[in-house]
């Protein structure tokens, strides 16, 4: 059940510069990492968003933890509109405006957020008024970079590559948290609201600069001149979305993001918890814990860059069958954290939690290599709107996945009056919800490989255009 996708699409023929975007060369080694720096940008300045700007809001500044985690959840929101920044970047057949604009206004919004982070400590309404302008430029920004970065991967990269390439950048982006931590921590101290602003803005203006860096003579130029007869697409937005809404793989798909990310977002705010709960972890052992779950993430990742790179061969090569391993594997080690809830401290959940996050990193390299593939797959001058869509769904799922699985423990906390059931009952959901996630990736495999049959009499389009 290969995503391979050789053989003609549904639907129309693609346009004449959709031809020559796909004519180009594909993207070396050098190119990939260079588009890669620009993950490690965007994570750089959202870790300082998430991180930095949170402890100082909660700590030093000694408010509800309430107020930080909406300002993050209104970035979350408007990942809803990737769907139309794809749209823009299709609109356009080019990428890289959208790259450039989207880190400037993240880069801009990251800055705004520390100013109003320094402005609470002397007005509090008047900071929480700025920070949450700042929070919706890093929506908007994140999402019209992140999207239109992974559509020009998709466009660039040789299939048989998508697989690391995807790995890598999403590495990267793990790399500009774990070095914005460092050095942002370093030169925040002794901390003074005008060091933080200070630091804010030299690294918001570093990530842009190196963005730029990154995009620039990548993508090559959109190549009208040599294209007097493409047809004029004057499709507006929503038509475009239902037109990608009504392809079957696109919408299963859709579903399969959402379902995964749910699953995989669901322990995010409850693992810790569980550890100190169930096993009577401390505070900073519950915090190596979530390291393990980390390194077994980037190890799973990596893992499948090799399984199914450029070498790999048969159905052990398949992006699908990885994605699928990686859902039934996660769903395996989260029952095992349903058997630990009732064992208890002789449990060995280190092991366990290692063993969840490795599956975890097989599920996510795969599926967004598979994403990277089913963006090219159908309608021509599309890749951008399929993008978009999926983006939506993942950053909606993870931003609810979260919140829901700490919900749930504390309903089910509720009900039967146990804490160690109560976590065994989400846990027990979640992988689920990853069997499900298998099921549907399944399917999706399953009409791609139906497709090349369904197109052997011609669709009265193409044979128009023929």
């Not at 963005?211 to 190549?223: C, I, K, L, P, R």
Request: aromatic fraction near 8%; glycine fraction near 12%.
């Amino acid at each position: 059940m290969s995503l391979s996708l050789s053989g003609t699409s549904a639907g129309p023929v693609p346009s004449a510069r959709a031809r020559a975007v796909i004519a180009r060369p594909p993207l070396g080694w050098f190119g990939i990492v260079r588009l890669g720096l620009v993950q490690t940008s965007l994570g750089a300045i959202f870790v300082l968003t998430t991180s930095t700007l949170n402890r100082v809001m909660v700590v030093e500044l000694a408010l509800p933890a309430i107020l930080p985690g909406l300002l993050v959840g209104l970035h979350y929101a408007l990942q809803i509109l990737r769907p139309r920044w794809g749209f823009g970047a299709d609109k356009g057949q080019r990428a890289t405006p959208w790259i450039i604009g989207g880190m400037a206004l993240l880069a801009a919004g990251g800055f705004v957020a520390s100013l109003a982070t320094a402005l609470m400590a002397s007005s509090l309404p008047a900071g929480l008024a700025l920070a949450a302008g700042g929070f919706v430029l890093i929506g908007i920004g994140a999402g019209a970079a992140g999207t239109s970065l992974l559509v020009l991967l998709a466009k660039r990269v040789a299939p048989e590559r998508r697989a690391p390439a995807a790995t890598l950048v999403w590495l990267m982006m793990i790399a500009g948290f774990a070095g914005t931590a460092g050095l942002a921590g370093h030169f925040l101290d002794p901390f003074s609201n005008q060091r933080m602003i200070t630091v804010a803005a030299v690294l918001c203006s570093l990530a842009f600069a190196l963005s730029v860096f990154a995009v620039t003579g990548v993508e090559g130029g959109a190549q009208t001149a040599a294209e007097p007869d493409k047809p004029c697409d004057d499709m507006p937005f929503r038509a475009a979305l239902a037109e990608i809404w009504s392809e079957p793989k696109a919408r299963l798909f859709s579903l399969f993001i959402v379902t995964s990310m749910l699953a995989y977002s669901g322990q995010d705010l409850i693992l810790e918890p569980f550890a100190g709960i169930v096993f009577g972890y401390t505070p900073g052992s519950s915090t190596k814990l979530s390291g393990i779950q980390n390194g077994g993430v980037l190890i799973g990742m990596i893992f499948v860059a090799f399984a199914a790179g450029p070498l790999a061969k048969g159905r052990l090569g398949s992006l699908t069958f990885w994605t699928m391993a990686g859902c039934v594997l996660s769903a395996v080690a989260l029952l095992a954290l349903v058997i630990a809830s009732n064992i208890g401290p002789g449990w060995p959940l280190r092991a366990n939690v290692f063993a969840l996050g490795m599956a975890n990193g097989v599920f996510a390299a795969a599926a967004i290599g598979s994403m990277m593939l089913l963006a090219s797959s159908g309608r021509g001058d599309r890749e951008g709107t399929r993008m978009g869509l999926w983006g939506a769904g993942q950053a909606v799922a993870m931003g609810v996945g979260g919140l829901a699985g700490a919900g749930a423990v504390d309903v089910a906390r509720w009900l039967s009056g146990s804490p160690f059931l109560a976590y065994a009952s989400v846990f027990t959901g979640e992988a689920i919800l990853f069997l499900i996630a298998a099921v549907l990736a399944a399917r999706v495999a399953a009409l791609e490989t139906e497709r090349p049959g369904a197109q052997a009499s011609p669709q009265p389009d193409t044979a128009l255009n023929a």
